[in-house]
């Protein structure tokens, strides 16, 4: 392989899309209202579609031949590197919108980021991406703003989708030995820029929705490894059973 | 002899399957036709990263070629991304005569809980109208509805 670190990278990019882009696909039909429930579904097809220029890239990169639908459709679950945030359970309304705020807005600045990489493909993805990404990051600041600056009831709901989502948000910004060769050579931003632009969107939107982020830090660490949560195998199941029962069908 | 000209005036009857009155290159999906390696080679680009009309547009392209018998190659690039800025002026013309408000020239603010674009009604042109959501049938578009005459329509959403 060319470039194992770089592919490495822009798999578990791919991988973040995907699998949030599978969660969310879920609501489809179950939205608490019609807006809210094509608005989770168009985020939902933008993810995947992103998913699909990264796995693609992902699979050029590897040199094999494989192509986004074989990365999606004919891997276990251990080669998966998403982090263990965006495979957690949908569970309320509430709990969909803070795990969706909480990626979208680290999403935003690493796109803004890559838009400069020296990696052409890359520039190119988070060009289309970053467009997406700023209708999304608006939708769920907003949603997470009126749930937590509700009623009784929405504000304990976010604050318990808060309490329960926060112990995965430091992996996001996981960074391996290898990636310090591609921050070093522009491919890729450092992660603690990242980290700095999401603490301060984050902070100023859960201090509007009058939330208070979980004094205990302990935080869990795994999918950016292979290492998961019981979650990404049924997740799995649902996603790659046609292609498991029946090899290489086409629609 | 196939010309570039013929090429994309038979391009031309090959429409966005979602908006059928919109041509690709009205939509500025259209990015270019070139004759490499003895083959045509179109190019295109998705509004959205994941937008379902994509592939029935290539399909389209090709069997519009076929049927004059010019074989093809379809390649999709995603920069300089698509922005509404490459709808072609008779695109929005086109857009409004069939019932969908062409984006306005101003992005949503990013300014959290910021009043939406004011849009005008597509049917009665009244600017009387509300957002009822950001997202809509289909990812391009938004959802309104006019407080004068009723009627509920798309909005194609402004996106730089």
Known sequence: MKNEALYNYVLRLGDDSLILGQRLGEWCGHGPILEEDIAMTNISLDLIGQAMSLLDYAGELDG???????????????????????????????????????????????YEKLLDSTDKQI???????????RYHLKHTSEWV?????????SHQRAQTALDLLWRYTDELFFETADDVSLVASGIVPAMNEIKTQWSKTVLSVLEEATLIIPTNNWQFEGGRKGVHSEHLGFLLADLQYMQRAYPNMKW | MVTKESILSWLDEVCDPEIPVLSLADLGVLRGVEYLNDEWQITITPTY???????????????????????????????????????????????????????????????????????????????ETKMVSQFGSTACKAHYQCLICSEPFDYFKCLK
């Open chain 1, 123 to 133: 520039a190119a993805i988070a060009e289309k991406s970053l467009k997406e990404t």
């Open chain 2, 49 to 127: 990263s994941g937008c379902p009309a994509i592939k029935t547009m290539e399909d389209d392209i090709l069997l519009k070629l076929k049927e004059h018998g010019v074989v093809a190659k379809v390649h999709l690039v995603l920069s300089p991304a698509w922005s509404t800025d490459w709808l072609s002026e008779s695109g929005r013309v086109k857009l409004k005569e069939f019932g969908i408000a062409p984006p306005e020239n101003e992005v949503d603010k990013s300014v959290l809980f910021a009043a939406p674009t004011v849009v005008p009604c597509p049917r009665c042109n009244s600017r």
């Open chain 1, 145 to 153: 703003i009126r749930l937590g600056d509700g009623t009784d009831e």
């Open chain 1, 64 to 110: 094999q031949g494989k192509d986004h639908d074989a990365l999606a459709f004919l891997r276990f679950e251990n080669e998966y590197r998403n982090a263990l945030l965006l495979e957690q359970p949908n569970g309320d309304f509430a709990n969909t919108m803070m795990r969706q705020f909480l990626f979208d807005a680290f999403r935003k600045p690493l």
